[in-house]
């Protein structure tokens, strides 16, 4: 059973930064590809930045240069370093990953920013 468990989320200021963390139990980790959505109130889930099993990253062009996604293939975390964060950065933060056609997404983790 695919298990993904996010935590660090919270409220800050803008210019502030966050780190969050997925758990990830059930796959054979080092071989998938994990991402980072976000939700913002109201809208759709969007994709904020993937790593694949070689660690190769991708990021949504609002995120770049101040989001780095990470992976720990003993601890089978992934990670999503945010700095320099934004008002328009507030969402519910999700991990996901992909395994035999089927998507799995954690609980998610809220992160507010504001002043």
């Known amino acids: 059973q695919v298990h993904l468990v996010e935590s660090g989320g919270g409220s800050v200021q803008p210019g502030e930064s966050l780190r969050l963390s997925c758990a990830v139990s059930?796959?054979?980790?080092?071989?998938?590809?994990m991402a980072w959505y976000r939700q913002a109130a109201g809208k759709q889930r969007d994709l904020v930045a993937s790593?694949?099993?070689?660690?190769?990253?991708n990021y949504a062009d609002s995120v770049r240069g101040r989001f780095t996604i990470s992976r720990d293939n003993v601890w089978n975390r992934v990670y999503l370093q945010m700095n320099s964060l934004k008002p328009e950065d507030t969402a519910v933060y999700y991990c996901?990953?992909?395994?035999?056609?089927?998507?799995?997404w954690g609980r998610g983790t809220q992160v507010t920013v504001s002043s």
């Open positions: 996901s990953t992909t395994r035999a056609s089927l998507t799995y």
């Open positions: 059930g796959v054979n980790f080092r071989l998938h590809e």
């Open positions: 790593i694949s099993s070689s660690h190769n990253t």
